[in-house]
């Protein structure tokens, strides 16, 4: 894997570094490359804020008191990483006023952000949901709004440190930081508040100082990633030749990347946009409800933080590992398929534990099995994101890609609640599992209509 400061590489025409299948040490010996360890810090930062608006927050909300109806609604927070193609051509072009002459274009939005979400997460711990659940919902809403900003920049720049060759390297490291923060997020915030808090039903009741001083630290936790933006070096850019007006601006920055792509694969990009629209929908939609359950199925904050937020993750890092050096082996295709098979099976999974009621050793063999296929799709799908990308575009065209990747998942989840509500969870899990089917379909269809020069590794 070249280094940050290597050229990008050209991705409109086939790349050479392709035709050579490497060893199997040498596909493991990139993750010790400088580039890999910033992108494992960089997803640290990176996976941080969203169990935390998301999964967290709902674990914390259902604790309060807050019904499931309102929760599932209050996923849609989620969808500012939907929309963030919206001013990802901003954050791809315009330049922030000193940062960027101090650190670069990557760097200094990167560091925006990341201000953004340090803000958002002490107003969540200092405001009460039970007193005012609104203002909590607004500081929400920022720390999505700077996570997915950071996101556009940290994906233009893991696409900009390397060729297409690493990409799976990188978004294996990336998503090792990535599910080490949701760690840290999911069970390290469930830890510090269960120590915080005081009583005989300290577990299991819902206290503000716990929680307060929980959320305070994960703020402080933004630090790592602040740190290694100040300390990397800007990736080389392709030069852009500078705008004469504003007209030629907006050509530039908003419609040139998206014409660039659908002049680049016609009438197929219908169906590599389907696929990225609906590949993750199954777990997606499913997850909004994990906690609730949990919470529901009387399971208490260290079983969850234990085995769930711990071993799960662990579980998924694993995945991730499997999934970068299988799609380098064999191709970001067919794991991409085995990805889309397994995250749908466990779901299944999920609606057997509903079954069970508080069952412990149960819910460690789901969330095995469920993590693992989750890391394994997870790798391959974020190579084959980067693989259709063109650098001269990449927070613009990535930050699309990213974003309908969630748009429809995360609005369908908002209904979750109400779902489970009339139905049951287990009517729920079984029929989050049936969403995954047309994503085998899409998958099958994309392996054969990719245009020969489409930057995919072979398959």
Request: hydrophobic share 55%.
């Amino acid at each position: 894997m070249n280094d940050t400061t290597s050229q990008p590489a050209d991705t409109t025409s086939p790349d050479k570094s392709t035709s050579q299948t490497p060893s199997w040490l040498a596909a493991f010996k990139v993750y010790l490359e400088p580039a890999s360890w910033r992108m494992l810090c960089l997803g640290f930062s990176a996976g941080l804020p969203l169990l935390l608006v998301l999964g967290t927050l709902s674990f914390r909300l259902r604790e309060a008191g807050i019904d499931r109806s309102t929760i599932g609604f209050l996923s849609w927070v989620g969808l500012a990483y939907g929309f963030k193609w919206v001013w990802s051509p901003l954050v791809d072009r315009l330049p922030l006023p000193l940062l960027t002459r101090w650190l670069g274009r990557r760097r200094s939005w990167l560091l925006f952000a990341q201000a953004l979400v340090v803000g958002g997460l002490v107003g969540m711990a200092l405001l009460d949901p039970q007193l005012a659940l609104e203002p909590v919902v607004w500081c929400a809403l920022l720390v999505a709004f700077g996570s997915a900003t950071q996101d556009i920049a940290l994906d233009a720049f893991r696409i900009e440190s390397a060729d297409a060759q690493h990409q799976a390297a990188l978004a294996a490291t990336y998503q090792t930081g990535y599910r080490l923060a949701m760690i840290w997020a999911g069970a390290g915030v469930l830890w510090i508040a269960a120590r915080v808090a005081t009583g005989a039903d300290a577990d299991t009741a819902y206290q503000h100082a716990a929680w307060q001083a929980a959320y305070l630290v994960m703020a402080a936790s933004m630090s790592l990633g602040v740190l290694t933006v100040l300390l990397s070096p800007e990736p080389a850019q392709q030069p852009m030749a500078p705008a004469r007006n504003t007209r030629e601006w907006l050509q530039s920055a908003l419609v040139a990347p998206f014409a660039d792509f659908i002049g680049r694969y016609r009438w197929q990009a219908a169906i590599i946009l389907g696929l990225i629209a609906i590949y993750r929908i199954s777990d997606v939609v499913m997850g909004i409800m994990a906690n609730p359950f949990y919470v529901d199925m009387g399971y208490t904050k260290d079983e969850v933080a234990a085995v769930t937020k711990v071993f799960g993750v662990i579980m998924t890092l694993l995945g991730a590992f499997i999934g970068g050096v299988l799609s380098m082996r064999l191709g970001v295709m067919r794991i991409l398929m085995l990805g889309a098979v397994l995250s749908a099976l466990t779901n299944l999974l999920f609606a057997w534990l509903a079954t069970r009621g508080h069952d412990l050793t149960a819910l460690v063999w789901v969330i095995s099995a469920d993590n693992l296929a989750s890391g394994i799709a997870s790798a391959a799908f974020i190579a084959y994101l980067s693989s259709l990308t063109n650098v001269n575009y990449s927070a613009t065209q990535y930050a699309l890609f990213s974003s309908m990747m969630l748009l429809a998942p995360k609005w369908l989840a908002g209904f979750s609640g109400v779902y489970v509500d009339a139905h049951g969870y287990a009517d729920f899990f079984t029929h989050t599992a049936w969403l995954g089917a047309p994503v085998l379909l899409l998958v099958w269809l994309a392996s054969r209509v990719l245009p020969v020069h489409a930057k995919v590794l072979p398959a």
